[in-house]
């Protein structure tokens, strides 16, 4: 079975310019998620998604950030502007409807590494 | 508010020593769930282990070992004679329960594991 796929794996821009990241779930996995990862941190959660609608966004910065599920399968989750601090690793994962007795698993993608000069 | 605490940022240890990763949580929730995450240099979390909070039960898998203590709020992890390849972060991560539904994951800071050999 595949895994969460995510695309680019890294990318370089300029301050002020726009950015998009891809994430591809894993197949059947109706929840998907994006982190936000700083250097020597534990990833953050940006957004949620429950097939298409968006139920937990409260960490995403609204200003600059979006994200969108179209189909309930893949996502975008886009930067306009892109600043300096903006430089992290932003991961994508994925998981099914969990039960009582074990929760839902979460399985993350490679991420993308982005750097703002 | 959830939180999760690993007191040790980094750790260095020589191939086949023991090592024990700690994790100390904090919750007002009566179900919640524990994970275990690795993130290799590659970048990717690779998924080790769920526990659920009902379920005290310690576990062992091949070197990997788990200690769960709901009393002093502590899910620690072992690695029996350690081996270089596991040399990575480790990541320790708490959500609650949400029938039907996915959950954001609460991780601690991580632990830099450095097996020598």
Redesign the interface.
């Known amino acids: 079975e595949a895994g969460v796929v995510q695309s680019p794996r890294y990318k370089i821009i300029e301050k002020k310019q726009p950015v998009a990241f891809w994430c591809n779930p894993i197949s059947g996995h109706?929840?998907l998620?994006w982190y936000l990862q700083n250097l020597?941190?534990?990833?953050?959660?940006l957004i949620?998604y429950?097939n298409e609608e968006a139920?937990?966004d409260s960490q995403l910065p609204k200003d600059r950030f979006s994200a969108e599920r179209l189909k309930g399968v893949d996502s975008t989750l886009k930067i306009q502007p892109a600043e300096l601090g903006d430089s992290a690793?932003y991961?994508c994962?994925s998981?099914t409807?969990?039960d009582?007795?074990?929760?839902?698993?979460?399985?993350?993608?490679?991420?993308t590494?982005l750097t703002v000069l | 508010a959830q939180k999760v605490t690993q007191a040790q940022t980094e750790i260095s240890v020589v191939e086949k020593e023991d090592v024990t990763l700690d994790c100390v949580y904090e919750t007002r929730d009566t179900t919640y769930y524990l994970f275990w995450y690795k993130q290799p240099p590659s970048g990717e979390l690779v998924f080790l282990i769920r526990r659920n909070s009902f379920d005290e039960q310690n576990e062992i898998s091949g070197r990997y070992s788990w200690n769960f203590q709901k009393s002093t709020s502590s899910f620690n992890f072992t690695i029996t004679a350690s081996q270089v390849v596991d040399s990575a972060v480790y990541f320790c991560a708490l959500s609650d329960f949400d029938n039907n539904a996915g959950n954001m994951l609460t991780f601690g800071g991580g632990t830099r594991l450095m097996v020598k050999p």
């Open positions: 109706n929840t998620y020597g941190q534990g990833p953050e959660l949620r429950e139920v937990d690793v991961l994962a998981s409807p969990g009582y007795q074990f929760g839902d698993t979460q399985y993350f993608g490679p991420g590494r």
